[in-house]
């Protein structure tokens, strides 16, 4: 067993900020990368959403574990030459800053490159680092919006909304630790770096799949939101139904499964009714087919309901809240989740990564950075500077 984690030996120099960004550069730090977060000498935004008296809120706490924090003023001339003494040491530096942000403070990809040509410069964006949308603004709300993922979410006598969770950032996320993933396996094997971009708008267009099928099916039509239902109302039963204590979500996609729930309600007296029989039936008859599961599961717990329902592998899920969640045994038993004694939070549940290295130890949690918490052992220790050269950048206001 070779319990060296994956990444052990890369270091990531991490401007990335809210969520996006830094969920990327969080499961590299996970995988054993030394990932170096540099925030300007206040912090990065996200920290002024922390609650008073705190240094960071929670997200800052969840996705920014296992890094080393340093401060960098890249609007100082003396930041921008740390900057470029870093880059010769470093393996990747990611950022999602607006595009053309850091071609500005001239730390971009063209001038980085040629201070080290093994560099990989990952770059997360809302719509990419071309074409006429470059330099709209772009937060998961907004690409929700314009990605069309939003015109589908809600109900058909209600307006459009987002999702409750800012999906796109961890979606955009993944997709950027993925780039810098690939970027750096080709780097290995020649020795090149190269530009990586990821635009969130471009990663979450698979996930209108679904409904481009519809909209094909229909004749081009444009299907229109259904709730919790299936595209253009075109599977019976999906739908979330509401439970004695709650609510629990059901997705029948075979005929198979829709036998099986029957059996599961004891309702096997319905099994060759013309009305549900197969699902363009159940879809014609869409009222009388939600009326026969939700009479059920009105009358049962969410216990009870994914009792029966597991009993016959039929897809369900109880519909749990956040409470439930951070304390799901399933979670913490495969050590997702772990409660943290967090200096601003007290003990608190942090996320592990979602990426599993078999044979290899997980790398253990250490807390989020406090602003610019590793800058003596960054600079001093890494960079090399002399406690003299750090106090004077700190006077001059680089760091």
Not at 113 to 133: A, H, M, Q
Not at 310 to 317: E, G, I, L
Not at 357 to 375: A, C, I, Q, W
Request: hydrophobic residues 40%.
């Amino acid at each position: 067993m070779d319990d060296t984690p994956p990444l052990d030996g890369f270091t990531i120099l991490d401007f990335t900020q809210f969520y996006q960004g830094p969920y990327a550069t969080f499961m590299a730090a996970k995988a054993g990368a030394d990932v170096i977060k540099i925030e300007p000498p206040k912090g990065e935004s996200l920290r002024g959403m922390a609650p008073p008296g705190m240094t960071g809120s929670y997200p800052v706490a969840a996705l920014n574990a296992n890094k080393r924090g340093i401060t960098m003023d890249l609007k100082h001339p003396e930041g921008v030459a740390l900057l470029k003494r870093m880059v010769l040491k470093a393996d990747a530096v990611v950022e999602n800053y607006a595009p053309g942000v850091m071609d500005r403070l001239g730390v971009g990809w063209s001038v980085l490159r040629e201070i080290n040509p093994k560099l990989v410069y990952v770059s997360g964006t809302g719509f990419g680092l071309s074409g006429p949308d470059r330099d709209n603004l772009a937060m998961d709300f907004t690409i929700q919006a314009a990605s069309g993922v939003m015109s589908l979410t809600g109900y058909p006598d209600g307006p459009p909304l987002r999702t409750g969770a800012p999906y796109v950032d961890i979606l955009g996320g993944a997709h950027l630790y993925a780039g810098l993933m690939t970027a750096l396996l080709q780097r290995e094997r020649t020795g090149k770096g190269r530009l990586v971009e990821i635009a969130m708008v471009e990663a979450v267009f698979p996930a209108l799949a679904t409904a481009i099928d519809q909209y094909h099916r229909a004749g081009k039509n444009v299907p229109g939101r259904t709730g919790n239902a299936f595209a253009n109302f075109n599977r019976a039963p999906y739908n979330v139904y509401e439970a004695s204590d709650g609510h629990v979500a059901i997705i029948l996609v075979t005929e198979t499964q829709w036998q099986n729930l029957l059996r599961a309600m004891e309702r096997e007296d319905l099994k060759d009714d013309p009305r549900f029989i197969k699902n363009d039936a159940r879809v014609a008859h869409y009222a009388e087919t939600e009326g026969v599961v939700s009479t059920w599961t009105k009358a049962h717990t969410r216990a009870e309901i994914f009792a029966a329902t597991s009993r016959f592998k039929v897809p369900c899920a109880p519909v749990r809240d956040l409470q439930e969640m951070l304390d799901d045994p399933h979670m913490h038993g495969r050590g997702t989740l772990e409660v943290v004694d967090h200096y601003d939070y007290g003990p608190v549940v942090l996320p592990n990564s979602p990426l599993r290295f078999h044979e290899t130890e997980k790398v253990p949690t250490r807390l989020s950075p406090m602003v610019g918490e590793h800058n003596d052992e960054i600079y001093g220790g890494w960079l090399g500077l002399s406690a003299a050269e750090i106090a004077r950048l700190r006077e001059t206001g680089a760091i």
